[in-house]
Nanobody, 118 residues
Framework: QVQLVESGGGLVQPGGSLRLSCAASGISFGLYAMGWYRQAPGKQRELVAVAYSTLNTNYADSVKGRFTISRDNAKNTVILQMNSLKPEDTAVYFC????????????WGQGTQVTVSS
């Protein structure tokens, strides 16, 4: 059974930081691109960042320079470090695992709320 369990969301003031963590089980972690997506109320889910390997990462333009994605293949975890948070970063953040050799094989976590507000 595949599980992606997110943690680390919460309420933070603008300019603050949060660290999201996703622990994966039931998959061969190294075969999967690990990503973070977010969905704000009334908006479509969008890609925030993805880590194909420890060195091969990609970011949405809106978070470049502020967010950092990292993966630990030994611990089957992916981290999203979010700095200089803005109110527009408020959303539910979802962890995603997508098999790199079969993109139709796709798993999602349950989501964690991030609220940036003063």
């Amino acid at each position: 059974q595949v599980q992606l369990v997110e943690s680390g969301g919460g309420l933070v003031q603008p300019g603050g930081s949060l660290r999201l963590s996703c622990a994966a089980s039931g998959i061969s972690f190294g075969l999967y691109a690990m990503g973070w997506y977010r969905q704000a109320p009334g908006k479509q889910r969008e890609l925030v960042a993805v880590a194909y390997s420890t060195l091969n990462t990609n970011y949405a333009d809106s978070v470049k320079g502020r967010f950092t994605i990292s993966r630990d293949n030994a611990k089957n975890t992916v981290i999203l470090q979010m700095n200089s948070l803005k109110p527009e970063d408020t959303a539910v953040y979802f962890c995603n695992a997508r098999k790199m050799t079969a993109s139709n094989v796709n798993y999602w976590g349950q989501g964690t709320q991030v609220t940036v507000s003063s």
